[in-house]
């Protein structure tokens, strides 16, 4: 069983990788690889991607969109487990309101915010209104159109997360829970110091998706801002690299698909440490 597995890692996964930096380390050998153009050119590609305005503004816009839409997927998605792993009055309905959102296919869900942003009868422009607010053209502004795309990627990944960690929860021993609770802990000690612990390695395992999912974004980018928003205010890393692939870009296309593994790499490592040294502290 171990052969064929490292055959499909090696042709699916450190072969394309490989070819992918060896590409990003030269010019014109991805489209020429034996002609006589292809040039050994060493980081230059990274160093153009870095002096690039575009791509500078590109890679502050994947900062803040993941530094924004990760944790606040995450923590809305724990509290709705919660919520919904208590004993309630129509809980079947809530939870089937709450999971409607991952059953609509991305191109769906986008179609549907458009309407809500809509500048003119836009359900958005409305509640600005009822509040006494100017009304916005929230996907053709620079200002408002990273944040409006960034609302709707909470609404439709938080419902996701959702059922991860109902599962996890529904899965905790209630023995512990029960013993917690004839010792006298309150609600918030359980939560602290049972819940959060025995939830550690779904805790561990939704963030990891939930980063990569976020550096995957490109769906909703297309259908809400067609091509990366005004003056590129949504255009995020996965979106720039699809752009840099259809313009023929092959060798800085490939130097930003390096640097998008990295950061997923680091980010990875980064949860599993700190898992790792929470499950150390409680031990």
């Known amino acids: 069983m171990v052969l064929p597995t490292l055959v499909v890692v090696v042709l699916f996964t450190l072969l394309p990788l490989g070819l992918a930096l060896y590409s990003s380390l030269t010019i014109d050998k991805w489209t020429d690889p034996f002609g006589e153009n292809g040039t050994f050119v060493g980081w230059e590609n990274y160093r153009t991607l ?10 502050q816009n994947t900062g803040l969109f993941i530094g924004v839409t990760v944790p606040i997927s995450l923590a809305l998605a724990f509290g709705l487990a919660l919520l919904l792993n208590q004993q309630m009055a129509g809980l079947g309905l809530l939870r089937l309101g709450f999971f409607y959102p991952t059953v609509l296919p991305m191109v769906g869900a986008g179609t549907i915010w458009l309407f809500i942003y809509n ?7 409305d509640l600005v209104s009822w509040l006494g607010l100017p009304r916005q053209n929230w996907l053709g502004t620079p200002q408002w159109a990273l944040w409006a795309v960034m609302v709707m990627s909470i609404w439709k990944s938080t419902s996701y997360y959702l059922i991860f960690f109902l599962a996890g929860l529904q899965s905790l021993p209630t023995e512990v829970m029960e013993a917690g609770q004839l010792d006298g802990a309150n609600r918030w000690q359980r939560f602290c110091y049972l819940t959060l612990p025995l939830m550690r390695n779904t805790i561990f395992f939704v963030t990891v998706i939930a980063l990569a999912a976020a550096f995957q974004t490109y ?3 297309a259908v809400l801002t067609k091509d990366g928003g005004p003056n590129h205010a949504t255009n995020l ?3 720039n ?3 840099a692939f259809s313009n ?4 800085l296309a490939n130097a930003q698909s390096i640097l998008l593994v990295l950061m997923v790499l680091f980010l990875t490592l980064l949860a599993y440490g700190l898992a790792e040294a929470g499950q150390t502290k409680v031990d």
Do not use: E, S
């Open 248 to 251: 023929g870009d092959y060798d």
């Open 219 to 221: 769906d909703q980018i």
């Open 241 to 243: 690299v699809r752009i």
């Open 119 to 125: 500048r003119n009868f836009g359900l958005a422009n």
């Open 237 to 239: 890393l996965l979106f």
């Open 50 to 59: 870095f002096a690039d305005p575009v791509f500078q503004k590109v890679l």
